[in-house]
């Protein structure tokens, strides 16, 4: 197996090879960095350009478009508080309030090298664990997948701040979007209230860009003016040094938080349908169930960038494992691969590795590849990067609103999704006012879809409600779900006593 592999990475090294990885790569940064254009619509655009290339140099390229865009989505995540792509939200929620602190450059390399060894440590997976998760995954069926997102849903109660029911009051309005459209059965209309465009449901990407983007950019609005908020912005502008041996310590510190922290990205990745947008939301929130100071979560805290970024990495290498074992797409992106290797006459699937032992080495060679890759690129453009936070507000408020604009319409060529952005960004907006915290509301929307087809795939299956608890792997599950719901419960409540101790003093 290492024979292969060391001859797969030695003749990745090839200029025929090298060149679409490369180019693939830095297509993924800029397209992940973009408010709006998506990895999905990304490696669209990519995918026309491999038809006249072997196998490998067009997969090569693609798995590159993969790997540089789950990277490319922290850098307006951590500048501009407005996640590139939707895996890259919970990097948000500490990245940007470092950045706001004055260390632009130390959140955005915290968030860089997470991702490089978080891949790293995909890989070790992807290549020397692919059989045992395979046959894992192979053992869910409707009621594990349901039990699995009702655990990653209980996530709710670590995400909400201030007020418990304020959180929960916002996952449930998540949960709401979703039902929105027809129903997945009888194709019945729900809560469209009469207009046509909202039958076909609402578009997840509008809604993050709306609830993100407009929020921070009108929050960002109430505090520009005066000589105090320029000179400070200035004072953050020069904040550009950083010392890579410090902010790589920092990471691999804590070895086992690391491992585990990607572990979880490949396992979540393995599973079809969820998403590096779990991930890195279930990673962050183990970071902080795991942490002796959970209220510092959301402020600016190093692990939260760590473990949303390394989650978020490890997560494609787990996506890989799934087209490459079962021929099944575990996400959008590894559906247009899988169309890809369909195009070339190449059946994906639990033959794939026995039969095409060298395309399967060369794309693992492609994936450990592209993430020194990926971080020589961002290192060469870091400095034009963190500039940034330097640029006017007047001037980059605006950009920043009609590129989200043009993402949105771009998405399917519809007034619609710009209609959706512009409501949910009021609705963004209203909530951070009235102190509705985002992160519930979103990852409502982010399961929402899933827990119901899978619930009513389950019923329809057997009508046997006791079977979400009888069948071992889901019963442990929803159990694990409880028991996360408690803790998180309990260790807010705990910091509540602790902050009020405090004020007594």
């Known amino acids: 197996m290492f024979e292969l592999l060391l001859d797969a990475l030695q003749g990745m090294f090839a200029p025929k090879y090298l060149v679409p990885l490369a180019a693939g790569t830095l297509a993924g940064i800029v397209g992940g960095a973009l408010p709006g254009v998506t990895i999905t619509m990304t490696i669209i655009v990519v995918l ?10 067009g997969l090569a390229a693609m798995v590159g478009v993969y790997v540089g865009g789950s990277a ?21 929620f500490d990245g940007h309030a470092l950045a706001r602190k004055g260390e632009p450059g130390r959140a955005l390399w915290l968030g860089i090298w997470a991702s490089f060894l978080g891949g790293l440590l995909g890989a070790v997976f992807l290549v020397g664990a692919t059989g045992p998760l395979a046959r894992f995954a192979l053992q869910f069926g409707p009621w594990e997948f349901f039990s699995l997102f009702v655990l990653a849903l209980s996530m709710v109660a670590g995400l909400v701040e201030a007020s418990i029911l304020k959180g929960l009051v916002a996952g449930m309005l998540g949960l709401v979007v979703t039902v929105i459209g027809n129903d997945p059965v009888m194709g019945q209309e729900r809560l469209t209230f009469g207009i046509a465009f909202l039958r076909g449901g609402i578009d997840f990407l509008p809604v993050l860009i709306g609830v993100f983007a407009f929020s921070q950019v009108m929050q960002e609005v109430e505090r520009m003016g005066g000589p105090a908020q320029a000179a400070a912005r200035a004072q953050r502008a020069l904040a550009l040094a950083v010392s890579h041996a410090k902010v790589i310590w920092e990471i691999v510190s804590r070895p086992v938080r690391l491992v585990w922290f990607s572990f979880i990205g490949v396992l979540i990745g393995v599973l079809p349908a969820i998403g590096g947008s779990a991930a890195s939301m279930f990673a962050w929130d183990q970071a902080k169930r795991l942490s002796r100071h959970p209220e510092r979560f959301g402020t600016g805290t190093p692990e939260g960038i760590v473990a949303s970024e390394s989650a978020n990495s490890a997560n494609v290498g787990g996506s890989l494992v799934t087209i490459m074992a079962f021929g099944i797409p575990g996400d959008a992106v590894t559906a247009v691969m899988l169309g890809a290797l369909t195009i070339h006459g190449i059946q994906s699937g639990p033959l794939f590795i026995a039969q095409n032992a060298a395309l399967a080495y060369g794309i693992f060679a492609a994936y450990i590849l592209a993430h020194p890759l990926m971080v020589a690129m961002l290192a060469l453009g870091a400095r034009a990067m963190l500039r940034v936070v330097s640029v006017p507000r007047a001037v980059l408020f605006p950009a920043v609103l009609v590129l989200c604009t043009v993402g949105a319409y771009a998405l399917n060529n519809t007034m619609a999704n ?4 512009l ?14 915290p985002l992160a519930p509301f979103i990852l409502g929307v ?7 087809i899978n619930l009513v ?10 079977l979400f608890v009888t ?12 028991a996360s719901f408690a803790a998180a419960l309990w260790q807010h409540r705990r910091v509540q006593a602790r902050a009020a101790r405090a004020a007594d003093f």
């Open 48 to 57: 026309p350009f491999t038809f006249g290339l072997d196998p490998l140099q």
């Open 423 to 436: 409501v949910f960004g009021v609705a963004g907006y209203a909530m951070v006012k009235a102190g509705f």
């Open 418 to 421: 710009v209609y959706v952005l």
């Open 72 to 92: 490319g989505g922290l850098v307006t995540a951590i500048l501009l508080g407005i996640p590139g792509t939707p895996s890259a939200i919970a990097t948000t």
């Open 471 to 482: 069948r071992p792997i889901s019963g442990l599950l929803l159990a694990a779900a409880l």
């Open 457 to 466: 795939r389950a019923i329809m299956t057997d009508a046997n409600p006791w």
């Open 446 to 452: 982010i399961l929402g879809d899933q827990i119901e």
